[in-house]
Nanobody, 120 residues
Framework: QVQLVESGGGLVRAGGSLTLSCAAS????????MGWYRQAPGKQRELVAT???????NYGDSVKGRFTISRNKAKNTVYLQMNSLEPEDTADYYC??????????????WGQGTQVTVSA
């Protein structure tokens, strides 16, 4: 019903930057919230950032001031600009979309994850 394709992960040195992208496709009627979560080895999945349909944003405390989330509604794409990366940002990053499809009510959809590794 909704497919999410993530890109932009990789290896970067501490202090560097990366930009993640997530494009949603399928039988989408309307997207509500788009966001990013991350999960480091041995830890629970945590909020990185979300952006609502009215452009309201919400950030996890550990990334405030360093990461910026944005979306292109016409392309059903969400971006995560990550600056001043720290080794503690190393994790698998997952795109999340809350959307109505043409046949289903509001649902929660997840990407396959993209790995971000920050070296000291």
């Amino acid at each position: 019903q909704v497919q999410l394709v993530e890109s932009g992960g990789g290896l970067v040195r501490a202090g560097g930057s990366l930009t993640l992208s997530c494009a949603a496709s399928g039988s989408i009627f309307k997207i509500n919230v788009m966001g990013w979560y991350r999960q480091a080895p041995g830890k629970q999945r945590e909020l990185v950032a979300t952006i609502a349909n009215d452009e309201t944003t919400n950030y996890g405390d550990s990334v405030k001031g360093r990461f910026t989330i944005s979306r292109n509604k016409a392309k059903n794409t969400v971006y995560l600009q990550m600056n001043s990366l720290e080794p503690e940002d190393t994790a698998d990053y997952y795109c999340n979309v809350q959307a109505w499809t043409v046949v289903t009510p509001l649902g929660d959809y997840w990407g396959q994850g993209t790995q971000v590794t920050v070296s000291a």
